[in-house]
T-cell receptor, first 115, second 114 residues
């Protein structure tokens, strides 16, 4: 099973709304990531959790709040977003195997539109 | 300076031909990992192949192989016998040392022509 799932697939929200994006993996991966991707651009790293602890926050505005309730789940809480936050939000997880080969799997993403 | 450079913004290739997508990287770490991903228009990011800096053999996965030239800091992706379904954006990425951060290049848009 190399699946990372994300819900919802699409989200439209107003600037005063509060919503959450969810991500789940059952591969036992130790690291989980949130990326933001604008059209025709590479993914931009937002947050990394390693062994359920926040290890990287790429100076993301506080209106984005990550949470890692356990090793399989990653949430991204959204509050008071701006229209420029509209993007594809990708979750990923990664792990090294016994031969030091790393794999990073992405979920299908949530397309977010902020009105 | 950019850590990952993909110099080909777009490429057009005839179906069944082999394709080489260029990627050069910049790091002073001895230990690093290199990744290639495919992103079709549907948006999903698909992991293709990984090369560790200490791996002596070039990584291969089916029709994908990574031409790793360490001295030149080059990690080109080779797709053999291209198919129409290979049309997508391709990203090269790197992790330095044990850093949790994976840095992406700007991508190459590949178009396979029938």
């Amino acid at each position: 099973d190399t699946e990372v799932t994300q819900t919802p697939k699409h989200l439209v929200m107003g600037m005063t709304n509060k919503k959450s994006l969810k991500c789940e993996q059952h591969m036992g991966h130790r690291a989980m990531y949130w990326y933001k991707q604008k059209a025709k651009k590479p993914p931009e790293l937002m947050f990394v959790y390693s062994y359920e602890k926040l290890s990287i926050n790429e100076s993301v505005p506080s209106r984005f709040s990550p949470e890692c309730p356990n090793s399989s789940l990653l949430n991204l809480h959204l509050h008071a977003l701006q229209p420029e936050d509209s993007a594809l939000y990708l979750c990923a997880s990664s792990q090294w195997d016994s031969s030091h080969q790393e794999t990073q799997y992405f979920g299908p993403g949530t397309r977010l539109l902020v009105l | 300076a950019q850590k990952i450079t993909q110099t080909q913004p777009g490429m057009f290739v005839q179906e069944k031909e082999a394709v080489t997508l260029d990627c050069t990287y910049d790091t002073s770490d001895q230990s690093y990992g290199l990744f290639w991903y495919k992103q079709p228009s549907s948006g999903e990011m698909i992991f293709l192949i990984y090369q560790g800096s200490y791996d002596e053999q070039n990584a291969t996965e089916g029709r994908y192989s990574l031409n790793f030239q360490k001295a030149r800091k080059s990690a080109n992706l080779v797709i053999s016998a291209s198919q129409l379904g290979d049309s997508a954006m391709y990203f090269c990425a790197m992790r330095e040392g044990q850093d949790d951060k994976i840095i992406f290049g700007k991508g190459t848009r590949l178009h396979i022509l029938p």
